[in-house]
């Protein structure tokens, strides 16, 4: 009786330490399990860090180049400004020695008029059309041309006759002294103008033009000796 006691609890104390091998052997399945999960897992961490780690040096990168550009266009930038800067006082030189130049030196000579862009000489003595044409040309200018409503304004306001440099001798038809054509219309003449009179006794008729005291254009014989107008 006595033996089999014994043997019963062998058996007992077997099984338990067979049960608590395997259940050793469980749990270090698990725990293996459970560590190569956790590597994987860390090993997917340590390779996004990485990436991370790339990108962010990508980012700096980036950051530090763009500062470089900003740095070069700023750089540029001034430049530029001070190449503006010396134009703007290279052309506000220019315009003082303009204008200082314009105080100094007179667009005209000494007894012209300035009206607009040209210079008129109005004669005190009095000559042929030929020999005006001649003075005006001595003087590197021309027998006036009078080509607007303004300058003929302005050279009829001291009401006296002039000689202009507008005939027709040469052509038969009426031109200025420079070979161009008159075209103004007929409201520039005197009423009845031109009308070629020959009853002058001079011979031939009346081949060259004058302003008149009334501010008008007329025809007169070439010989007569007026006043005249040059303009340069």
């Known amino acids: ?19 608590t091998l395997s259940d050793i052997q469980t749990l270090i399945n698990t725990l293996s399990s459970s560590l190569r999960s956790l590597s994987t897992n860390l090993e997917t961490k340590l390779q996004d860090m990485d990436s991370q780690r790339n990108m962010l040096s990508d980012i700096n990168t980036s950051v530090s180049n763009l500062a470089s550009f900003v740095n070069f266009l700023s750089s540029k930038l001034q430049r530029t400004d001070q190449r503006v800067m010396k134009l703007l006082s290279d052309l506000s030189d220019l315009r003082t020695e ?11 000579k000494t007894g012209w008029i300035q009206f607009e862009s040209k210079c008129y000489f109005f004669s005190e003595h009095f000559k042929t059309w030929d020999g005006a044409r001649n003075y005006c040309r001595n003087e590197n200018g021309m027998l006036v041309k009078v080509e607007t409503e303004e300058e003929m ?9 002039y000689w202009v440099g507008l005939t027709d001798e040469t052509t038969g038809e009426w031109r200025w002294d420079d070979g161009s054509p008159f075209v103004r219309n007929s409201e520039w003449w005197e009423e009845g103008q031109p009308d070629n009179w020959d009853g002058h006794g001079l011979g031939g008729g009346e081949d060259c033009a004058h302003l008149t005291v009334i501010r008008k254009l007329n025809d007169n014989h070439c010989s007569i000796q007026m006043r005249f107008i040059c303009q340069i």
């Open 153 to 161: 304004n302005f050279l009829t306001r001291s009401r006296k006759d």
């Open 98 to 108: 303009l204008e200082n130049s314009n105080k100094t030196t007179p667009l005209c």
């Open 1 to 19: 009786m006595r033996n089999q006691n014994c043997s019963l609890k062998f058996e007992m104390n077997a099984g338990t330490q067979t049960r």
